[in-house]
């Protein structure tokens, strides 16, 4: 039996990282550590928005935070260049229609075997 080491940020926790081991556990310590840094970002971009957005629930800019934070690159990008966001959202319409039609291909072609 072999053994692995696999690495995960302590802002995570064990029990949520377990839980989630696609997207937080990790081969090693630096990709553990990039995760770390975008919790931190994700913390202080929430914070930032809590204080300066009225109303805004801490849950809602929780949630923008993580996606500015994970889509950090695209953002800077689109500090130069704005019309990228809506270029990426474009993208991201065209593979998830290409994904819903393979899906629903798939599933003809193993309504038809049977």
């Known amino acids: 039996m072999a053994?692995?080491?696999?690495?995960?940020?302590?802002?995570?926790?064990?029990?949520?990282?377990?839980?989630?081991?696609?997207?937080?556990?990790?081969?090693?310590?630096?990709?553990?550590?990039?995760?770390?840094?975008?919790?931190?970002?994700?913390?202080?971009i929430r914070d930032f928005l809590v204080r300066n957005i009225a109303d805004l629930d801490s849950d809602t800019a929780d949630k923008v935070?993580?996606?500015?934070?994970?889509?950090?690159?695209?953002?800077q990008k689109a500090f130069k260049k704005p019309?990228?966001?809506?270029?990426?959202n474009q993208?991201?319409?065209?593979s998830e229609a290409a994904s819903k039609t393979a899906k629903k291909n798939a599933g003809r072609k193993s309504a038809s075997t049977k």
């Open 91 to 94: 993208e991201m319409s065209k």
């Open 65 to 75: 935070g993580e996606v500015i934070a994970e889509n950090k690159a695209l953002f």
């Open 3 to 44: 053994v692995k080491a696999v690495y995960y940020s302590d802002k995570d926790g064990f029990e949520v990282a377990i839980n989630n081991p696609e997207k937080l556990l990790f081969a090693t310590k630096a990709e553990a550590d990039q995760r770390d840094k975008t919790i931190e970002l994700i913390d202080e």
């Open 83 to 88: 019309s990228v966001l809506a270029e990426e």
